[in-house]
Structures are given as C-alpha cells and as structure tokens.
C-alpha cells in the first residue's frame, strides 16, 4: 500500500470521516424506508464498508466515530427522511451519490498523478460503476429534477425578487397598508409572469423537438422522438405556485403590522439561507458557496431598491 506525504493526513481524515457518514446513513435509512430501496440501500452498505476500510488502511488512521458536526448532520437528515418518508430518501441517496461523484473527481485532478490518485481511480470506478447505476435504477421513475429545479427557482425568484420590492416601497412610501397593497400586486404580477415564461418555454422546446424528430424521419434517420417528461402547464403552475410561496415570507411580516422592511429582511434571509442548503445539498453544490452567493444577491437587491424608493421620495415628493 503507498504511503501518503503528512500533509495529506488532514485529507484521509475528512475521506474517512465522509465514508463513515455515508456508511451511517445508509444504515440508518435501511431502517425507515420500503423493501426496494432497502435491497439496494445493502449494496450501498457493502460498497462503503469497503470504501471506509481502504482509507483506513490508506492513511493508516482508525476513525470509528464521526465528528460533531457530522452526527447533527445525520440525526437532521434521519429526521427529515422519517417525516416525509420514501421520496425524501431517494432524494438524499441522489444527492449523496452526486456530491461524492464531484468530491472525488476535484480530488482526481489534484492527485492523479500522486500516490492518492491511483486510490481516486478505484474509488471513483466504483461510483461509476456501482453506487451510481444503484442509486439511478432506484431514483430515476420516483424523481423528477426539472420539477424540484421549477420549484426552488420560483421560491427563490419570489423570496428576492418581492422583498426587494418591499425594501423599496418602504423606503418611499411611510404607511405600510400602502407597502402591503404593492408588494401584493408585485407577488400575483410576478408569479404570473414567472408561469408565463415556464410555459412559452417549455411549449416552445417541445416546438423544436417535434419538428426535429419529424426532420430526422424525413431523412430516414430512423429517430424516434423523445418525449419530455415535463408538461407546460404542470411547469408553469410549479413555477408560479412557488413564486407566491417565496413571496409570501417578507409580505407577511407587514401584514402584521410591521412598520419597516427589517423584519422582512429576516425572515427573508432566515428562508434564502434554508432554499440555499437544500438546493445545495440536492445540487452536489458547496453549500457555503451557495448560501452565501444568494445572501449577497439578496443583499444587493434590497440595497439597491432602497436606495431608488429613497431617490423617488427624494426627488419625486412622494409621501404617503
């Protein structure tokens, strides 16, 4: 077995740690979930068994218990799975398989050419290979990604987009009834414009599939049309739906009483930070990275709309 250089000793630590969490979890969601998923949640047991005793060896360091922060990870994530059962399992072994597929192939194009990257290579054919064609052959007729994409981007959409507009109208107008009344119309506008444009799009990509596929029958291609999963109009009404959703969060704060945008900002902030970890984590995306490119969206956005509600009272007059 190579010897890895002292300073990759932090690394065997996190790898090891990352399988034995993954091995816990498994085990652990065996214990809440339906006959097929526990056929291949034992396979997946198998395979991280033998991932966590590689490291192991690999690093010549014997970790059998996870860290703090891990254990509230996997005691959050066994909750989540109890309360909204099957699909919420599939969901997490796909984001599992998704964020350990990207970890190990950053790793790879750090260390291929070190002794750590012939070890990459075989964990890596078995993600390929294995946990992955598992976890899709499980996943693929329960999970939809384009509906929970349709979802996160018009909560998103609603959560920015509304609170901004509720900064602004605070900054110009002082009575909140008033800040109420448009921040509504801003809500129910923009969800219809966000279903709108989900459905011209997805009507229009269907447009140019059919004449594709009729292009390529004419040409004796010989291709079938493949038919998208998804429909405008359960697109359009998702997207919409989830736009009022996100709205909602900073307009409730001044439907009950608030006489400034902060608490909107809150409570808006609190549900970006929420958005942003579970998209994150079914993305396969840094999950720091993630909250913290919206919190400076949101930031920006508020800023910006408040300094141009302060501007219209400025210049404008505007005193309500």
Request: glycine share 6%.
């Amino acid at each position: 077995m190579p010897r890895v250089p002292s300073q990759d000793k932090s690394l065997g630590r996190t790898l090891i740690l990352d399988e034995l969490f993954d091995l816990s979890l498994y085990k652990a969601l065996r214990e809440i979930t339906d006959r097929d998923s526990q056929t291949v949640l034992d396979k997946l047991i198998l395979v991280e068994t033998e991932h966590l005793a590689f490291w192991q060896k690999f690093f010549d360091l014997k970790l059998t218990t996870l860290d703090l922060p891990r254990r509230l990870k996997l005691r959050f994530m066994v909750l989540v799975c109890r309360i909204f059962g099957v699909p919420a399992v599939h969901l997490v072994l796909e984001a599992i398989e998704v964020h350990g597929v990207r970890k190990y192939l950053s790793l790879w194009k750090s260390y291929h050419d070190k002794p750590l990257g012939t070890a990459l290579r075989g964990i890596l054919l078995d993600e390929f290979k294995h946990e992955d064609v598992m976890v899709t052959h499980l996943t693929e007729r329960k999970i939809n990604p384009e509906r929970i994409r349709n979802i996160f981007f018009g909560l998103n959409d609603g959560l920015v987009e509304v609170l901004g507009a509720v900064s602004g109208f605070f900054a110009a107008f002082s009575d909140a009834v008033t800040v109420l009344i448009a921040a509504s119309t801003t809500a129910v506008a923009g969800a219809l414009s966000m279903a709108a444009g989900a459905y011209v799009a997805l009507s229009s990509e269907k447009e140019v599939q059919k004449t594709e596929a009729d292009r390529k029958r004419f040409l004796g291609e010989g291709a079938n049309a493949v038919e998208m999963e998804e429909q405008p109009l359960h697109s359009a009404m998702l997207v919409g739906g989830a736009y009022i959703v996100g709205a909602i969060v900073p307009v409730l704060p001044v439907l009950f009483g608030t006489k400034d945008a902060f608490v909107s900002l809150i409570t808006a902030g609190t549900m970006i930070i929420v958005v942003s970890t579970i998209l994150a984590f079914l993305s396969g995306m840094d999950i720091k990275r993630r909250i913290l490119l919206n919190l400076v969206i949101i930031t920006a956005a508020v800023g910006i709309t408040y300094a141009i509600g302060m501007a219209a009272r400025s210049l404008w007059g505007i005193s309500v």
